[in-house]
């Protein structure tokens, strides 16, 4: 299934991985808080761990031609039946020479449940480090 990336309708949510995402393990529930005055900026904030914190952006807001293929099995991982419950999101990384997004490896979630994973696009040509540029108004 091509992931067509919607918003989550509340400011904050609860997510919880069915996997500890690549490099924070053991760590598997989060907060998703929005960044107020950044549109589709949120901090993916470890519940059990403070100084654990990613800045993630809504690919749907600021990557709207970005569309990863998701497999059967990871859809079924997080209980998506349809594109519209997928919410999909990037890790971004801000750098001196610019922000990047890791469009490689997308954090999927179950807009419904709040079910989440990181997964890594297999055999897709998206980059690990994409260079962020405005977005056309």
């Known amino acids: 299934m091509s992931a067509t990336p919607s918003a989550l309708s509340a400011l904050s949510a609860s997510l919880t991985f069915v996997t500890p995402p690549p490099g924070l393990s053991p760590l598997v529930d989060f907060s998703l808080d929005e960044i ?3 549109d589709g900026l949120y901090a993916l904030q470890a ?18 031609h970005y ?3 998701i497999t059967d099995e990871q859809c079924a991982a997080l209980d ?4 519209e419950d997928a919410f999909v999101l990037v890790v971004a990384n ?3 020479s610019g ?19 990181q ?3 297999d055999g ?4 690990l480090r994409a260079e962020l540029t405005g977005r056309a108004a």
């Open 124 to 127: 897709q040509d998206w980059p």
């Open 80 to 83: 998506v039946t349809a594109a």
């Open 119 to 121: 997964f890594i696009l």
């Open 36 to 38: 107020v005055g950044a």
């Open 99 to 117: 922000t990047t997004v890791n469009l490689m490896a997308p954090i999927v979630v179950n807009a419904s449940t709040g079910m989440s994973a």
């Open 94 to 96: 801000a750098g001196e």
């Open 67 to 69: 569309t990863p293929e």
């Open 47 to 64: 519940a059990d761990d403070a100084a654990t914190r990613l800045f993630v952006l809504d690919a749907g807001i600021h990557l709207p």
